[in-house]
């Protein structure tokens, strides 16, 4: 047996299966392209045991279906807003699906900075959850740190008109670290100015030092947040993802899945046969175009299967496997990247079963 199993008691982060309510983890995270690291991403997560992440540098767009795809075959959600007119950028809220967030979709449009709004209720008070991505001067976006001091100040002004206690996180792009400077000053006295405290250590988030990454509450809301944990990531982002625990219970649904299935078995042939032979499908004609050709062909099996072997809902729970522990999911990681790297032709399909193998052969 797995060496994953006999830590299934005492293994660091493991939370009950029974337990209905919960206080949360967050974290905050730089990604830099959500696009061609999404496995690193979401297995860096999963490892933290984190709940809800606060998201920058997506490089997501509108039409990144497959991408929305894989982050939902690791049981999370996502809310993503994209930079529009300009590639790179965008901000979006990750989180695990026995969570429930509400976007909001009015906020308004900076030029300096993106901004975000999800709504987390809780058993004790609704929560706003604001992410916030400031760029760095660049010569494609000329705004300083005085242009997003002067918005992010009307931001702040409309912030607190809004219900819901506020909870900020993201990259601001300031030197917090060092707070005698002109800006970062400057910062930090607008925070004062609306009794907001910022609580990441002054530690380096970035790989070039730098404490670039924030995590803002008001000063009332201080003594729900936890220890704050600065995790450098093999993701080759060159931010570190900052966790923190903050001290509200949310109830949780059981983690269900729904899964349609049709009964074929269930098929009466011989009727089947009789309203095909009836259908539209007898009698198209020869000019009819491939399109139309395809589109009537998947409307008329979609409405005979309908008939004859109507789509059947069915709910499961869906084990828990605590024996997956950091080895495996280290090993999983790779059998993925190899199986990515065989399949675009560049890598070996020996390599991918190789560990493909490994992998089988650790988890039972």
Known sequence: MHSGVKKLLSQEGTRPQDETGKTLRFGTFNVRSLVNKTVGVMEHLLEKNCDVCFVQETFLRDGDKAKLIEIKDYGWNILSNPRKHRSGGGIAMLYKSTVQLKSNNKVTKFKS??????????DTELVRLVNVYRPPYTKKARFTE????????????????????????????FHIERPEEHYPKKFLRTLAYYQLAQHVPLVPTHDHGGTLDLIITTEAFRS?????????????????????????TVNLPEET??????????????????DLVNSDLSSFQDTISLDDAVALYDSVLTKLMDKHCPVIKKKFQERPSPWVDLELRTLRRKRRVAERAWRKGTGGESTYKELRDEFTRLEF
């Open 113 to 122: 900075f993106q901004v975000m709004e999800s709504l987390l209720s809780t």
């Open 146 to 173: 005085c242009d997003f001091l002067e918005e992010f100040d009307d931001y702040l002004a409309t912030l607190f008109s809004k219900p819901g206690t506020p909870v900020m996180a993201g990259d601001f792009n």
């Open 224 to 248: 729900k947040i936890g220890p704050i944990e600065v995790c450098h990531s093999r993701t080759k982002s060159d931010h570190a993802l900052v966790l923190f625990k903050v001290d509200l």
């Open 257 to 274: 899945k729904v899964t349609n299935y049709r009964n074929f078995k269930s098929i009466d042939l011989e009727s089947f046969k009789e």
